[in-house]
């Protein structure tokens, strides 16, 4: 509830009349930790956000919408400000200057006691919320007392990844002893902690399944670099979806790391539904692609994304028997420049032409570069990445590249139980699609014939086709 709207309609006219106007701009903090405090704030636009910045990354303990009201403890109190503030967007705030306020509380005793009880009445919820929290907590016996705020959120990830961090210590000096027993034990903990991890998320908020998991990252960031794949999924290499590197050692799927233990993280990692999802649903794409081929050259097949080795194995699969031209288009010239190495073998009369474009602006359907219409057109490894309304419009933009006739194949992620440590152990957010939620993209592109299929126990591939030119119609190919 807005802080104004608590109070009857007299004291609420009374109390914005004495406001003055506080403006802030993108960054610009409203409180500092520590201040001698005791002015009042209410957010009028924008939003404003309590920070913890002793540690790194700084911790957003809580974010203030509009009609949010920040200040009114160091009011009561008369206390230094415990946490700082800060307008990430900008704001603009009111402000009640501690000195006057107290005065107008003096001078009018049926203003002053509505103030209070406002004030009385927002502590006790938040005590409520606290207290029903931490029941709820106790019985479903999670063994960390939950309450509302974000510094709990903290607490909780933070237990958690000592835990795990305490058995990897135990874990460690047993591999020089018997490194199976350690690998069985390894297993266990990290199978152990990804429950955990996944369990304590689904209770949570959004807000403070974020803050949580920004603590986990932050406690298991050195162990999880002694892993090869931890190590290259948290240093990115500023690519346009930031993974060619860590995907390369992934669909590699050979273990290496810092010492046995990194090496026996990496293996773990490695074996995660969603990492076998990603190395079969590749099989599976380059499969059907082979199968969409037209069955008189010239191919014309256009490749969008292309740092998931499916370009090089296409090429290798197509040989001497299918001339034509395959276009890669990729927001990464290394990328590219990769698959052109990788594909020096193709026969000659098979022309692979390369195209460095802002895979954003293709999304949106903002695309300046024209292509003929293409008998197969491949999005590999980028729907992962999107919201559902830029797969839309993505596949809206793939129909219109395609001739009729031709076929596009596309593949996705499934939702799976390890999405939490991809999420917050590798810092590697990746958005999922059920099958039906797949299908109903594909329809609503436009795609008359459609199929998807289920891949391991993470991946998914869907193959739809673009309607043949009716019987006499001419032939309207985009040039």
Not at 128 to 152: D, K
Not at 180 to 209: I, T
Not at 444 to 464: I, N, Q, R, S
Request: one cysteine or more.
């Amino acid at each position: 509830m807005d802080f104004l709207d608590r109070f009857v309609e007299r004291h609420r006219d009374r109390l914005v009349g004495v406001a003055t106007t506080v403006r802030l701009a993108r960054g610009e903090f409203l409180l500092r930790r520590g201040e001698r405090g005791g002015d009042v704030f209410r957010v009028a636009e924008g939003e404003l956000e309590v920070i913890d910045n002793r540690t790194q990354p700084v911790i957003v303990l809580d974010v203030l919408g509009r009609g949010s009201v920040v200040g009114e403890m160091s009011f009561l109190e008369d206390s230094v400000r415990s946490a700082d503030v800060r307008a990430p967007d900008g704001a603009i705030c009111q402000r009640w200057e501690r000195g006057a306020l107290l005065r107008l509380l003096e001078q009018e005793p049926t203003f002053a006691a509505d103030f209070y009880r406002v004030l009385a009445g927002m502590l006790l919820h938040r005590h409520r919320s606290s207290m029903a929290s931490a029941v709820v907590g106790a019985l479903g016996g999670g063994g960390i007392p939950r309450g509302p705020t974000n510094e709990l959120a903290a607490a909780d990830g933070k237990a958690l990844a000592d835990a795990l961090r305490e058995r990897l210590m135990e874990i460690e000096p047993l591999i020089r002893r018997d490194r199976e027993a350690a690998e069985h034990d390894l297993g266990a903990a990290l199978h152990n902690f990804g429950a955990a991890l996944d369990e304590a998320l689904a209770r949570m908020s959004d807000e403070d399944g974020r803050i949580a998991g920004q603590v986990v990252t932050r406690e298991l960031h050195p162990y999880v670099m002694r892993s090869h794949l931890g190590e290259l999924a948290l240093d990115r290499d500023g690519d346009t979806t930031g993974v060619a590197a860590p995907m390369a050692h992934l669909l590699a799927n050979r273990p290496a790391g810092d010492g046995p233990l990194g090496e026996l993280l990496d293996a773990w990692l490695l074996g995660l539904p969603t990492a076998r999802g990603f190395r079969e649903r590749g099989a599976l794409t380059l499969e059907l692609v082979l199968e969409s081929l037209p069955p008189e050259p010239p191919l014309r097949l256009l490749a969008v994304n292309s740092g998931g080795g499916l370009v090089p194995a296409l090429l290798a699969q197509l040989g001497g028997r299918m001339p034509g031209e395959v276009t890669c288009i990729d927001g990464n010239r290394a990328t590219l420049t990769a698959v052109e190495s990788a594909a020096t073998g193709r026969a000659r009369d098979l022309r692979l032409r390369l195209l460095q474009e802002d895979l954003v602006q293709l999304c949106l359907g903002r695309s300046t570069i024209r292509h003929a219409p293409q008998q197969v057109v491949v999005l590999d490894g980028l729907v992962e990445y999107l919201p559902e309304r830029l797969v839309a419009s993505l596949l809206r933009w793939a129909r219109g590249a395609l001739a009729p006739g031709g076929t596009l194949v596309v593949n996705a992620l499934l939702p799976s139980a390890d999405d939490a440590v991809f999420r917050h152990v590798l810092s590697w957010p990746l958005v999922r699609l059920h099958p039906n939620a797949l299908n109903r993209l594909l329809q609503g592109a436009g795609f008359a014939d459609t199929k998807v299929y289920e891949v391991a126990t993470a991946g998914l591939v869907g193959v739809a086709r673009q309607a043949p030119t009716p019987p006499n119609a001419p032939d309207k190919q985009r040039l």
